[in-house]
């Protein structure tokens, strides 16, 4: 059973807003992963982090920003909400040297 | 062209009956998944093998390496197991994924 979790699950905001989205894992995993899922597509990698103060863009080109302050949490955030970020947002996570990776449920973003 | 292109996109079946799904992909590999995604998006995942062939219930998960082809079988089918399922394949650290085929089972 994976430990690894997401707030919000599901998220409707206004254009211009800032919003952060949740990630943490209780399995001490050195490395985690943003994802973004557009409706019937692939998903594609927007952030990762190999460990704590490590950050680094993925192959999708995003506007969003994150952190790794602590091991078990990797938040995401999106300093101007706009409709085009409307999009579902993965997080994932994975030990170092092992491949497989552990999802979180995801979180629906909506931006009016 | 895609580095993972999985097929059929879009299956339908009756309970009961034998599903393979299928995916090929261009890229050297360390590992290949095949993960499960529900309605509500959440993603779990179902096999990780790098070759041979693993079961887990109904699910038998089957890879060639040499010819970068791996397949997801589901024996008697049942209704829970619509869903969207999805190939990834572990390129050094990260993840390529294919779009994913939507299986739905009527009873």
């Known amino acids: ?112 | 062209k895609n580095e993972v292109e999985q097929s059929p996109q879009n299956l339908t079946a009756q309970e009961g009956e034998f599903i393979t799904i299928n995916c090929s992909y261009s890229v050297g590999i360390s590992a290949l998944h095949w993960l499960q995604q529900h309605p509500g998006g959440g993603i779990v995942s179902l096999f990780m093998l790098s070759s041979g062939k693993k079961k887990h219930g109904r699910l038998i998960a089957t890879i060639n390496i040499q010819e970068k082809h791996s397949s997801l079988h589901i024996t008697a089918s049942h209704p829970r197991d619509s869903a969207v399922y999805i190939c990834a394949v572990g390129n050094t650290d990260k993840l390529i994924f294919g779009t994913g085929t939507r299986l739905q089972v009527f009873p």
């Open chain 1, 1 to 112: 059973e994976a430990d690894i979790y997401q707030t919000p699950r599901y998220l409707v905001i206004g254009t211009g807003k800032k919003i952060t989205l949740e990630c943490s894992q209780t399995m001490g995993h050195d490395k985690m992963y943003w994802y973004q899922q557009d409706p019937g597509m692939e998903l594609h990698l927007i952030h990762y982090s190999y460990g704590v103060n490590s950050t680094e863009k993925g192959d999708l080109s995003s506007e969003s920003t994150v952190s790794r302050i602590r091991t078990e949490h990797f938040p995401l955030t999106l300093e101007s909400a706009r409709p085009s970020h409307t999009s579902q947002y993965l997080c994932a996570s994975r030990r170092a040297g092992r491949d497989e990776q552990f999802f979180g449920p995801g979180t629906r973003l909506t931006v009016l």
